[in-house]
C-alpha cells in the first residue's frame, strides 16, 4: 500500500500537457478528471489514518479510482 498520491500527472507525466489541454476543452473530461481527484484525495486521506474507513470501502474506492483511471487514459490516447 502506497501512501503516495495518484495525481493524473503523476500516473501519466507524458500526457500532462494533454490532460490539462482536456481539462479546458472537454467538460466531460474535467468532471472525470475532478472525481479521479476527489476520490483519490479521499483514498489518500484513508491511508494516512486521517479519514477512518472500512476495508470493503477503501476497496470500493480503489475500484472506482481504476475506473475512471481507465476512461481517462482511453480519453487521452484518442487523436487530437
Same mark, same amino acid.
Not at 500527472?9 to 472537454?26: G, N, Q, T, V, Y
Not at 472525481?35 to 470493503?56: C, L, M
Not at 474506492?61 to 484518442?78: G, S
Given at each position: 500500500?502506497?501512501? =503516495? ?21 472537454? &467538460? ?5 478528471? $475532478? ?6 484525495? $479521499?483514498?489518500?486521506?484513508?491511508? &494516512? ?14 475500484? $472506482?479510482?481504476? =475506473? ?5 487514459? &482511453? ?6
Amino acid at each position: 500500500m502506497s501512501h =503516495t498520491p495518484h495525481d493524473l500527472a503523476e500516473e501519466f507525466p507524458e500526457m500532462a500537457d494533454r490532460i490539462r489541454e482536456l481539462k479546458e476543452a472537454d &467538460t466531460h473530461f474535467a468532471r472525470l478528471a $475532478q472525481d479521479y481527484y476527489d476520490i483519490n484525495r $479521499q483514498i489518500h486521506r484513508i491511508e &494516512t489514518d486521517v479519514e477512518p474507513a472500512s476495508d470493503a470501502f477503501q476497496n470500493q474506492l480503489r475500484r $472506482q479510482r481504476m =475506473t475512471l483511471k481507465d476512461e481517462l487514459y &482511453t480519453m487521452l490516447k484518442q487523436p487530437v
